[in-house]
């Protein structure tokens, strides 16, 4: 399996249009890594154009996109196609392009439905890039190289936590608890960081919960929350997420997290301290199970709590940096277009 880790330099400014169904709208945070993947890539002096399939047109456009998707392929005079997420894959699948790239990110091979959409459009890919190595295992793709989706570096890296807190209105005794996700997605498991919360309040009532995603918000506040928590819990279903944003972005912000085994957490966070990686028991999240995985998360998160120290997560992780997996794609394009 290809690891596209290292910086290399690049021959040329490439013309790249990215075709995906994951895009920032409406002032929602959906998509918001594809979208900093294409700023990374301009910066790097690369045209980028991008074209967005469903979201607002609806779920019909999955199936009638490929026209208008093949059209501007062929007209565009770009160097690459980059298909980020497969439900995307079937509306790009005879683009016609000689160098098609095809990004995958989780639930698009996790869940079976979405699997099914993935492989339709499967063919005609000269590369497949996978968020995590756990995700190519999945989808037993010896082939696929491994690119972890970067991390703005700049924007996220600790700032002055007195004044989070009090920006945010939040005590400066108070012992936060981060949800990194929209509360109504059920995927994201808040009923489950619910429960651990609730256990955490019973031993000490200064813990409270503050919520990440607040549709519209600036990305000054996205930072600021992540300089007021104490710690990032992160409960996602299993099988639903391939490389969580938001817990390398508290890495980058020097925030000790607390993560069931999803995705590539495991690797971001491994000899990262404090903090820590859960397992999911093998026997399901439901009766006593349930109940064990919310003691073993709220001891952890009170480990933490009571260590009371910044995480090293950002010295861990400087790989992470959304720029240098810029190059690290742009590596994979030059690398086609050579063959």
């Known amino acids: 399996m290809n690891n596209a880790h290292q910086h290399g330099t690049t021959d040329r400014a490439l013309r790249i249009l990215a075709v995906t169904n994951l895009w920032p709208e409406d002032g929602s945070y959906r998509g918001i890594f594809v979208q900093r993947q294409v700023a990374a890539l301009r910066s790097r002096g690369h045209h980028v154009d991008v074209e967005v399939v469903a979201q607002s047109r609806g779920k019909w456009d999955y199936l009638t996109a490929a026209p208008r998707v093949r059209r501007r392929a062929r007209t565009g005079g770009y160097d690459v196609v980059h298909v980020h997420y497969g439900m995307t894959a079937p509306a790009t699948r005879f683009a016609g392009h000689p160098v098609r790239v095809l990004s995958l990110y989780g639930s698009d091979i996790n869940v079976p439905r979405q699997r099914f959409m993935t492989r339709l459009g499967w063919g005609g890919s000269r590369a497949r890039i996978y968020v995590s190595r756990r995700l190519a295992e999945t989808a037993r793709d010896p082939a696929g190289h491994v690119v972890a989706n970067g991390v703005d570096f700049r924007l996220f890296q600790p700032g002055d936590r007195s004044a989070a807190r009090q920006a945010l209105g939040i005590s400066g005794t108070d012992r936060v608890v981060l949800f990194g996700a929209d509360p109504s997605r059920p995927v994201k498991g808040y009923d489950l960081f619910h429960e651990v919360v609730t256990r955490l309040r019973q031993r000490d009532p200064s813990v409270r919960e503050l919520i990440l995603s607040t549709p519209g918000q600036p990305e000054a506040d996205l930072v600021r929350k992540y300089d007021a928590a104490d710690v990032l819990l992160f409960t996602s279903r299993p099988g639903s997420e391939g490389s969580p944003t938001v817990v390398k972005e508290a890495a980058a912000m020097g925030l000790p997290v607390v993560s069931v085994d999803v995705g590539d957490v495991q690797e971001v966070l491994s000899g990262v301290r404090p903090g820590a990686v859960v397992r999911f028991p093998s026997g399901g999240v439901t009766g006593p199970e349930r109940s ?48």
């Open 292 to 339: 064990s995985l919310v003691e073993n998360l709220a001891d952890r998160v009170t480990e933490v709590l009571d260590a009371g120290s910044r995480a090293d997560g950002r010295e861990q992780n400087a790989w992470l940096d959304e720029h240098l997996v810029a190059d690290r794609i742009t590596e994979i394009y030059h690398d086609l277009l050579k063959s």
